[in-house]
């Protein structure tokens, strides 16, 4: 069985860090690409950045980019968000996603990932 273990959200104050964790089991990690999504309340689902299965290619929301460091280590079977200068628009229910049709590899975009955690939830505020 394919499961995900999110961890890492909680509260932040604006200008803070935060690092999140997506620790995958029942599958080799490094066969598929991975992405980080998000959902703020009101708003609809965003893809935030994803990684290749190798690790050697990123794709980072333009919201996101300079800020967010999306990174994964094979031989422990995760992926890591880190995210730094948080604002309060940051915050949102975070979600993990595995590409497992390998769509990445044909369309370099994260929109593909198919198969999802069930979220963490990261909140920026003073």
């Known amino acids: 069985q394919l499961q995900f273990v999110e961890s890492g959200g909680g509260l932040v104050q604006p200008g803070g860090s935060l690092t999140l964790s997506c620790a995958a089991s029942?599958?080799?990690?490094?066969?598929?690409?991975i992405g980080w999504f998000r959902q703020a309340p009101g708003k609809e689902r965003e893809g935030v950045s994803c990684?290749?299965?190798?690790?050697?290619?990123?794709n980072y929301a333009d919201s996101v980019k300079g800020r967010f460091t999306i990174s994964r280590d094979n031989a422990k079977n995760t992926v890591y968000l880190q995210m730094n200068s948080l604002k309060p628009e940051d915050t949102a229910i975070y979600y993990c996603?595995?590409?497992?049709?390998?769509?990445?590899?044909?369309?370099?975009?994260?929109?593909?990932?198919?198969?999802w955690g069930k979220g963490t939830l990261v909140t920026v505020s003073s």
């Open positions: 996603a595995v590409d497992t049709q390998l769509t990445y590899y044909y369309t370099k975009a994260c929109s593909g990932m198919d198969y």
């Open positions: 990684i290749s299965s190798s690790g050697g290619s990123t």
């Open positions: 029942g599958f080799t990690l490094d066969n598929y690409a």
